[in-house]
Each structure stands twice: as C-alpha cells, then as structure tokens.
C-alpha cells in the first residue's frame, strides 16, 4: 500500500451507520489510515472542476448532501472546507484524515452534480476537441473561455503556489490541460456504473 498516512483519529461520526446510498461504493481496506493522498487530492480537483461549472458552488455541494440526506457527514459550509482541505495542495491543508465514509459521501455528491451537468459537460469537450482541431483559441468560445477561466481562479486561489507539484501548473496552458482532462472524469462519472468505477480508480495502485 502507498497510502500517505495521518494518525489524526477519524471523525466520531464514523461510527455511525451508513447512508444507504454509500453501499453503492465498495470498502477498500484502509479504514484505519483514511483515505491515500492522491485519492484526497483527485476528490478536491473534481470538486473544483464541478465549482468552475456550477456557479452555485458549494451551496450545489450542500444542497446535494442535504437531498441525499448525507447532510451528517456534510454538515456545512465549514465542514466542507475542512474535508476538502485534506487536499495536500491547498494553501489551507489540514493533517486530519479523510475517512472512506466521508471520501465516499464527497465522491457520491459530485458523481450526481456530474450527471445533472452531463450535457453541458459534453458540449465543452466537444467544442474543445473542435477547436484545438483547428487549432483555434479556446477564448473564442465564451462557454468554454468561462470554465477555464473560473477553473484558473479557483485553482490559484486555493492551492499553494510552494508546491512543487503545483508549481507544474504555473502556467495557463497547463491548468487548461488540467481542467479538460478533470472535464473528462466527470463525463466518466456519468456513465454506466461510473460513480463506481470513479470510486476504483481512486484507489489504483493505493491498495493491494
């Protein structure tokens, strides 16, 4: 296992009994340790993909939760914050854990923000893939011009530019490159059994 490892004690509402909507998602054995550092990190980008398409943001998050009555794990706007800031890249990265339970409630919410954005999210590839063919710049297209541009906003405000592994992403053309392919995810997610096989591909190489 390659799990990046906090001894943080898990959050006490993990031993409360699951939502039904979680069993939908395998357990994979690394309870005790929380979630591997990239799957803390792949759940942050594809949230933050989703913000860039929702203007709502994480009141769409809140609102989700609170629908699929997974608003004991995702209690508010603070508690959100706090998940997500077990993303290591953030400005504001926090050492507690991200239990399966809460990985699986953020991974469940965004997989169901995808569908509802499915054909929006269709069209933005599809219109990338057009342009890039012929090699037109992606500002032309207001649609496609606005995702990235609030994807940029949201990544720059939140990560910490020390980094080096955001460091990578300095420059335009490479948060562009990282915004499609999280576009590509989502699309993932919608489609038959994605939010499970979404779920397996977080764990990749993490667990044996």
């Given at each position: 296992?390659?799990?990046?490892?906090?001894?943080?004690?898990?959050d006490?509402?993990?031993?409360?009994?699951?939502?039904?909507i979680?069993?939908?998602l395998?357990?994979?054995?690394?309870?005790?340790?929380?979630?591997?550092?990239r799957?803390?990190?792949?759940?942050?980008l594809?949230?933050?993909a989703?913000?860039?398409?929702e203007?709502r943001?994480s009141e769409?998050?809140?609102a989700?939760?609170k629908?699929l009555e997974?608003?004991?794990?995702?209690?508010?706007?603070?508690?959100?914050w706090?998940?997500?800031s077990?993303?290591?890249?953030?400005?504001?990265?926090?050492?507690?854990?991200?239990s399966?339970?809460?990985?699986?409630?953020?991974?469940?919410?965004?997989c169901?923000?995808a569908r509802?954005l499915?054909v929006?999210?269709?069209?933005?590839?599809?219109?990338?893939q057009?342009?890039?063919?012929?090699q037109?710049?992606?500002?032309?297209?207001l649609?496609?011009s606005n995702?990235?541009?609030?994807?940029?906003?949201?990544?720059?405000?939140?990560?910490?530019?020390?980094?080096?592994?955001?460091?990578?992403?300095?420059?335009?053309?490479?948060?562009?490159?990282?915004?499609m392919?999280?576009?590509?995810?989502?699309?993932?997610?919608?489609?038959t059994a994605?939010?499970?096989?979404?779920w397996?591909?977080?764990?990749?190489?993490?667990?044996?």
């Amino acid at each position: 296992m390659n799990a990046s490892v906090s001894l943080t004690p898990l959050d006490s509402s993990a031993v409360q009994s699951n939502p039904t909507i979680l069993d939908s998602l395998p357990d994979l054995p690394i309870e005790v340790r929380g979630c591997p550092r990239r799957t803390r990190l792949q759940i942050d980008l594809i949230l933050l993909a989703i913000e860039a398409l929702e203007l709502r943001g994480s009141e769409a998050i809140l609102a989700v939760a609170k629908e699929l009555e997974l608003d004991n794990i995702i209690k508010n706007r603070v508690n959100l914050w706090r998940l997500r800031s077990t993303n290591p890249w953030r400005r504001a990265h926090t050492r507690r854990s991200l239990s399966l339970r809460e990985a699986k409630a953020l991974v469940v919410i965004a997989c169901y923000l995808a569908r509802r954005l499915t054909v929006v999210i269709r069209e933005l590839l599809l219109v990338h893939q057009k342009m890039s063919e012929k090699q037109l710049p992606l500002e032309q297209n207001l649609r496609l011009s606005n995702y990235l541009e609030r994807f940029k906003v949201h990544f720059r405000s939140r990560m910490n530019p020390r980094r080096s592994a955001v460091i990578v992403y300095s420059s335009d053309e490479k948060l562009n490159q990282l915004a499609m392919s999280l576009l590509e995810q989502l699309l993932f997610c919608t489609g038959t059994a994605g939010m499970q096989r979404f779920w397996i591909s977080l764990f990749d190489g993490e667990v044996e």
